[in-house]
Structures are given as structure tokens and as C-alpha cells.
């Protein structure tokens, strides 16, 4: 059987692409310009897996074990 779950968190995905993009270059000299091109990269991205910024679905097979992110 295959069970779909659906999450809302209208803050989580906007805080793991900063997070991801302060941590990942807190070392470099990159320009918050360069940043923010950045996070619209990244936000690209993980659109193809998050609907309006805010819902992830996730779909578990309990036969297999396997759990995968739906995309939108």
C-alpha cells in the first residue's frame, strides 16, 4: 500500500535555502547580490517538489520501505 502525506510549512523551505546558502558560503567572499541569485537558483530548484513555497508531499510504500518526495 502506498500512503501520501502532505505538508504546509509556510516558513521551512524559505529557512533551509538560507541556511543552506549562509552556511555553504559563509566562507567566501560572495556579495549578498550573489546570495540572494543564489537562493532564487535554489529556489528554482526545489519548486519542482514544493507547491506554492510551503506544501511537500511525501509518498511511503509500505511494501518496500521506500519513501519519495512527490513532485508538483
Same mark, same amino acid.
Request: charged share 35%.
Given at each position: 500500500?502506498? #500512503?501520501r502525506i502532505t505538508f504546509k510549512s509556510p516558513d521551512g523551505v524559505s529557512d533551509g535555502i538560507?541556511?543552506?546558502v549562509n552556511k555553504n558560503f559563509d +566562507?567566501? +567572499?560572495v556579495s549578498q547580490h550573489e546570495r540572494d541569485d543564489?537562493? +532564487?537558483e &535554489? &529556489? *528554482?530548484i526545489v519548486?519542482?517538489?514544493v507547491k506554492y513555497g510551503e506544501y511537500v508531499? #511525501?509518498?511511503i510504500d509500505t511494501a518496500? *520501505?521506500?519513501a519519495v518526495v512527490v513532485p508538483t
Open positions: 500500500m502506498k #500512503i538560507n541556511d543552506a +566562507d567566501q +567572499d543564489l537562493r +532564487d &535554489y &529556489y *528554482g519548486s519542482k517538489f508531499t #511525501i509518498e518496500t *520501505g521506500v
